[in-house]
């Protein structure tokens, strides 16, 4: 059931893909810093060895020259960097952000849950020489926390997840610009005004509206290497590029212009047909889907677990640790991450809505987002790149075990702050969870009872709307899987909209016209029902013979098929769908929400759990509010 037609947009459910791969990342990465460990403590001298490697790639006199642990570090990182920056364009253009007062609150509070560990850092610090080292305590790990934060957090923690992705970006561009300046030992202008140069020439060419991978990969590759040349980290130049990339919905157009390209390939199965119709498939999807896609599950599962392996072996032993837990470097980098994330990351969001008499609201409640920022006390790849950056030695190794328990002891805190608002009653869990911001609708047309064909209870908390086309198999297979959702749960109102895809589906629109001449005599379900179950015989013969069926009457029915009288309340349900940026079937929405992912009982019943949550916390809300007023 993961399946949908070849052109819908939803091939892929960003933001829940992302976050699922990271769940499966987390896991890698733990177990490479694992073996990391047991491989410094079993044979450290080979671990030092194969990491202070020397690897060179050089033109001519030119080149670049570093050990394999840089090359992870500055190389490979630089794509970790560049997929976080696609998903965060992501969210900003079709996710939570695309509604621009969104992004206020997980900023400031990005910005909080920086300045307060810092701050914790250089107190216990004060005095030290290690105070120099305070740019280790501030950023988050994006793929171990939003991993580890799927693992413990709740079921219904999508609102959560958007947001902390908002934090840990803000947090990681500001602490890759601190590694730019402040931990830039020796900085060359010359090479870092040509790599400006390489930037602007990539916004030139996004500008002209190119959109072949080759001159941005060739730019980006020449920017990395004058930024590195000048003495700058590199991977800032993965992060720029990946916000740049756009990502928006597959129209209407470019869907129908693939599905002609194909057609000309089906007909005449040439070379130059089939690299045509290659070129209008990919074209319809926007970069960044397509390159997360690509990039993803490198980044996940190679690129991080090699980090990991390669910055986290530290030899142990008795006296080692208790040197360093009566350390000020150690010490710093724990308690700024376990007790100055969630307080700068809660407080911050706290002091901001105080501010703003409610203007700025979290999308979340507020036990979600303390656990939320207690996860981000997991400062693992940035942080380790600081401590390498600023220490060496034995503070080196203080700090990435400052930073080793920092992990283990925010994820503990985080599943500890979850599981007991679990035990509390559900009213008040919905509202510690689930907050008080209203969710981003969208559903063009709303929901009008005297035009729209309901099935289920008319007072039910949730709606679920679908767009769909009678011709279209995914559509068939959905049907039961609504059908079981509707008997199972019962507090749901289903309603169905046209989207008849004439330009695959040929007998679609008649379908479409069918049942809405059945609705014209009361039988809109009964022939939904029949024309789903018969995808296969869609003529104006089948249809006539379904309407004798249930006993309707044939010559008016077969009259409105003929003079399509029905035509244009079909149009303006398609209308509709593009208004709300719908282009393929079935495509779902929840209490006016798109629903991103496979539409199989286990998928759809979860999002339809959180939507009955959300209503119902909002319902508290409403009667909270109204019993103070009164």
């Known amino acids: 059931m993961e399946g949908r037609t070849a052109w819908s947009r939803n091939v892929g459910t960003p933001l829940r893909e992302f976050l699922g791969t990271e769940t499966g990342s987390a896991v890698g990465l733990l177990a490479a810093a694992i073996l990391a460990l047991v491989w410094a403590n079993v044979d450290a001298a080979s671990y030092a060895d194969v990491w202070s490697t020397t690897f060179s790639i050089r033109v001519g006199h030119s080149g670049v020259s570093q050990d394999l642990q840089h090359w992870v570090n500055d190389g490979l990182m630089t794509f970790f960097f560049f997929v976080v920056g696609l998903e965060a364009r992501r969210e900003f253009d079709l996710g939570e952000l695309r509604e621009r007062r969104r992004f206020a609150l997980p900023l400031l509070a990005g910005i909080g849950g920086m300045l307060v560990p810092v701050g914790i850092y250089l107190a216990i610090n004060a005095g030290h020489a290690s105070a120099h080292g305070w740019g280790t305590a501030m950023s988050t790990d994006t793929a171990f926390a939003l991993g580890m934060l799927a693992l413990v957090g709740p079921r219904f923690s999508g609102r959560l997840r958007a947001f902390m992705l908002t934090v840990v970006v803000v947090d990681d561009v500001v602490a890759l610009l601190v590694i730019a300046t402040v931990y830039t030992t020796t900085l060359t202008a010359m090479p870092l005004v040509v790599g400006a140069g390489f930037l602007a020439a990539v916004l030139v060419i996004r500008y002209l509206g190119i959109r072949r991978g080759l001159p941005y990969a060739a730019l980006g590759a020449a920017m990395w290497v004058a930024v590195f040349k000048s003495g700058v980290d590199p991977v800032i130049v993965g992060l720029v590029m990946g916000l740049l990339t756009y990502a928006y919905p597959a129209a209407r157009v470019d869907l129908e212009r693939a599905t002609n390209l194909f057609r000309l390939f089906r007909e005449q199965p040439t070379p130059e047909l089939a690299r045509s119709a290659q070129v209008g498939l990919e074209s319809a999807i926007s970069p960044n889907e ?177 767009y769909g086309d009678f011709e279209c198999p995914y559509c068939g297979q959905a049907e039961p899987v609504v059908r079981e959702l509707l008997a199972d749960y019962g507090d749901v109102r289903y309603v169905w909209r046209h989207l008849p895809l004439t330009d695959v589906h040929p007998h679609a629109q008649l379908a479409a016209e069918a049942s809405e001449a059945a609705a014209e005599q009361g039988a809109f379900w009964e022939m939904h029902d029949l024309l789903l179950d018969r995808q296969d015989a869609l003529r104006r013969p089948d249809l006539e013979g ?85």
């Open 546 to 630: 379904y309407a004798r069926e249930l006993g309707l009457d044939v010559d008016r029915f077969a009259d409105a098929l003929r003079t399509h009288e029905h035509a244009a309340r079909v149009a303006d349900d398609v209308d509709s769908s593009e208004l709300s940026g719908d282009s393929g079937t079935p495509t779902f929405f929840i209490n006016g929400r798109l629903h991103y992912g496979a539409y199989d009982i286990g998928s759809l019943t979860a999002s339809v759990r959180a939507a009955k949550a959300r209503a119902l916390a909002t319902e508290s809300r409403q009667a909270l509010d109204s019993a103070r007023a009164t």
């Open 290 to 466: 397509r390159l997360q896609h690509l990039y993803h599950p490198w980044s996940s599962y190679v690129i991080v677990p090699l980090f990991a392996l390669a910055n986290t072996g530290i030899p142990i032993s008795g006296g080692f640790l208790t040197r360093a837990f009566s350390s000020p470097v150690t010490l710093g980098i724990l308690v700024a991450y376990v007790v100055g994330k969630p307080v700068g990351i809660v407080g911050t969001s706290w002091v901001a809505a105080m501010l703003s008499r409610g203007r700025l609201r979290l999308p979340v409640g507020w036990a979600a987002l303390a656990g939320g920022g207690a996860i981000a006390g997991i400062g693992f790849t940035v942080s380790l790149l600081i401590a390498s950056l600023a220490f060496h030695g034995a503070q080196l190794q203080e700090a990435k075990l400052g930073v080793l328990s920092a992990a283990a002891c925010a994820a503990l805190l985080s599943w500890l702050v979850f599981r007991a608002t679990a035990v509390l009653p559900a009213s008040m869990r919905a509202r510690l969870l689930i907050g008080p911001a209203e969710a981003i609708v969208d559903l063009a047309a709303e929901v009008d009872p005297e035009r729209d064909h309901i099935r289920g209870r008319p007072d039910a908390h949730v709606t679920l709307v679908e």
